[in-house]
């Protein structure tokens, strides 16, 4: 039968018709281990017949001569036959299924004691109830069970379009790049320090300042002694939660007074996409000295704009600037800064990061509070997201409680954020922070004037002329449209992300399903019964688990089809009425099954195993 998963197609047997099973698979055992007369299937209780079946095994050996190909040990037959259960011999193989009477009620079929069918069934659930009702219900149907979510549809049609290319994995997993993304990023969120000096309390792989451990340098020149105040910066991970944060000490630095706390408390309310969040200012003397100590929100994988876009490119023929560290933007030392920066960048690279500061400078303006250090060093860049970064330490480390008009500074500050933000975008398009100084300024406006349109060119000139008064809403309508260009790339991206996400959910979902599997097969004894998990329900679910994993093609390869392994689950999952056959390792025995008794037999078993768990 051909059947479709996740868009690839693939042929596996999964209508079973139980008086005709065709086999073209089948679970890799060994030929016959134990005879017809040795399997004594008419025996009622697994258990009683793996404990018989077990002293008659040990002499012959049959390992011995011909080595198994996938475990050495054999499955014990079920010899429980519940009423209702026909018994067949074809071949020299025999299959269980259910007699006429039976096939169309709930006890559909099973080979476990019948008590435990009966339980099954209580508890099978509307899949179960729906073959009742309707016997002729096509598996289809069923199979995504009553809210259809046990099968992943399958990408979305405007999704399908932006994906690169169709590969097998893709159907399954996130695409590479996306994956290996998240993994830098959490390969960097993980990082620490070795603590090779424990006894040294202010190294910082072993300090506790207030409620954070676990430093991390983010930077690697830790003090900057020609600032005004020396700061440094860690990822620091927060002792009640576990959660990674960027903790900023400002060094040897006393609050000027208690009123800057009102400040704190506005910059902890700012919650933007745009903004580094802060969310706690303390003090401490983990450091030696009267440290203050600002926790933001940890971006892992970020980068400055400084560094993203004005140091030297890896083309500048092996040129570094002696001076780069030290430079700060357009200050007097930036004349200092090699140019070479790379090529220009694309317009609309400029744009989406307009819009982005704008965005994020909007909702500090209105939250009544200043940036103050519109600096490409203090504006971190992750992935494709602009935030301001280190917000409020200009506020605190400027602070004057005996200015008579805070309002008028806090207007003053606004236009000061305005004047820099047009220095930004002057010195990214020029991609050269000289640009931005008074001697070049023509130069520079000349150079957008001839490679970008006049609309960015406006938009720095409206930002420079601080001669009139200017708010950050005038700004939008300078985007204009460009504006409905960005939202449409944000929107796409979000599409595919879910797409993604309804990927990542189906594949949680399997995984909840395997790992159940996983505790209950090969488990070497549960309650001190050594039998446990080849007995019973799960003697059935390790026969599921050698058709999902070690079918075999007719000649004997192994037969390795992800979509066999995603269907399979997916009806155990939905607890569909579909028959599976189920071969016992030695070939002598095959079962026929329902997913639904399955499922049933996977969440008894892993009950009894939940119910044992320490709490
Ligand atoms: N919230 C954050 N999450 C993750 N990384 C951050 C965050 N804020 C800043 N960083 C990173 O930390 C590093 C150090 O930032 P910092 O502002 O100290 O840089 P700097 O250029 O050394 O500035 P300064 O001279 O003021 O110390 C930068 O690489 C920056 O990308």
Redesign the pocket.
């Known amino acids: 039968m051909k059947t479709s998963v996740n868009g690839l197609t693939s042929t596996s047997n999964m209508n079973i018709a139980p008086a005709a099973p065709i086999t073209p698979l089948k679970t890799n055992g060994r030929s016959s281990l134990l005879s017809n007369e040795n399997s004594p299937t008419n025996q009622l209780d697994p258990q009683q017949s793996q404990q018989q079946q077990q002293p008659q095994q040990q002499p012959q050996q049959p390992h011995d001569k011909t080595p198994p190909r996938m475990t050495p040990h054999n499955s014990p037959i079920p010899t429980a036959i519940p009423p209702g259960v026909h018994q067949e011999n074809v071949g020299g193989t025999i299959y269980f299924y259910m007699t006429a009477n039976h096939t169309s009620g709930q006890t559909s079929c099973s080979v476990v004691n019948s008590e435990t069918v009966l339980n099954h069934h209580s508890s099978v659930n509307v899949v179960s109830g729906a073959v009742v009702t309707n016997n002729s219900t096509p598996t289809s149907m069923l199979y995504g069970g009553v809210g259809g979510h046990h099968v992943y549809p399958g990408p979305a049609s405007n999704v399908i379009s932006m994906q690169p290319k169709s590969q097998l994995s893709s159907a399954f997993f996130m695409p590479d790049d996306m994956r290996m993304e998240i993994q830098a990023r959490n390969e960097i969120a993980n990082l620490m320090l070795e603590a090779h000096d424990n006894t040294n309390p202010t190294n910082p792989a072993v300090m506790e300042v207030g409620n954070y451990h676990s430093l991390y340098p983010?930077?690697p020149?830790t003090i900057?002694p020609k600032?005004p105040c020396p700061?440094?910066?860690y990822?620091a991970t927060n002792s009640t939660t576990g959660i990674k944060y960027?903790l900023r000490r400002l060094h040897a630095f006393r609050l000027p007074s208690l009123k800057c706390m009102t400040l704190v408390d506005k910059w902890k309310q700012l919650q933007h996409s745009n903004v580094?969040q802060l969310r706690e200012v303390f003090t401490t003397k983990a450091f030696g000295d009267n440290s203050l100590i600002l926790i933001?929100?940890?971006?892992?994988g970020?980068?400055?704009l400084?560094?993203k876009y004005f140091t030297p490119s890896q083309d500048s023929n092996g040129y570094t600037d002696p001076f780069g560290g030290e430079a700060r933007p357009f200050s007097h030392k930036s004349n200092l800064q090699r140019t070479v920066n790379g090529p220009l960048l694309p317009e609309s690279t400029i744009w989406a990061i307009i819009m982005q500061l704008t965005a994020g400078l909007r909702a500090i303006h209105q939250a009544g509070l200043a940036c103050r250090q519109l600096d490409p060093?203090?504006i971190?860049v992750t992935g494709k997201r602009i935030r301001f970064?280190?917000l409020g330490i200009s506020d605190l480390v400027s602070f004057d409680p005996n200015h008579a008009n805070q309002l008028a500074v806090l207007h003053m500050h606004q236009q000061e954020d305005l004047t820099q933000l047009g220095k930004l975008v002057l010195a990214l398009a020029c991609r050269c922070l000289q640009s931005v100084q008074r001697d070049n300024f023509q130069t520079s406006i000349e150079l957008v004037s001839r490679q970008y349109s006049s609309d960015l060119r406006n938009f720095i000139l409206f930002l420079f002329n601080s001669a009139q008064r200017r708010s950050v809403t005038d700004l939008m309508p300078m985007i204009g449209a460009r504006f409905y260009t960005q939202l449409d790339a944000l929107q796409s991206q979000c599409d595919m992300q879910e797409d993604e996400l309804a990927k990542e959910t189906e594949n949680g979902r399997l995984y909840r399903i395997l790992i159940k599997l996983g505790c209950i097969n090969e488990r070497p004894d549960f309650n001190l019964d050594v039998t446990w998990s080849e007995t019973g329900d799960r003697y059935m679910l390790k026969l599921f688990r050698d058709y999902l994993f070690h079918s075999v093609t007719e000649d004997g390869r192994p037969w390795l089809d992800h979509a066999h392994i995603v269907q399979c689950l997916n009806k155990l999952d939905a607890g569909t009425m579909e028959k599976v056959q189920l071969m016992s390792r030695d070939e002598q025995s095959i079962l026929i099954v329902t997913y639904a008794e399955l499922k049933n037999c996977l969440e008894n078993a892993f009950s009894e195993l939940v119910a044992q768990a320490p709490s």
Not at 296 to 300: A, F, R, V, W
């Open positions: 983010l930077e020149q900057h600032l700061s440094s910066t990822k960027c580094v933001y929100d940890y971006h892992p970020s980068q400055t400084f560094s060093t203090k971190i970064s280190f």
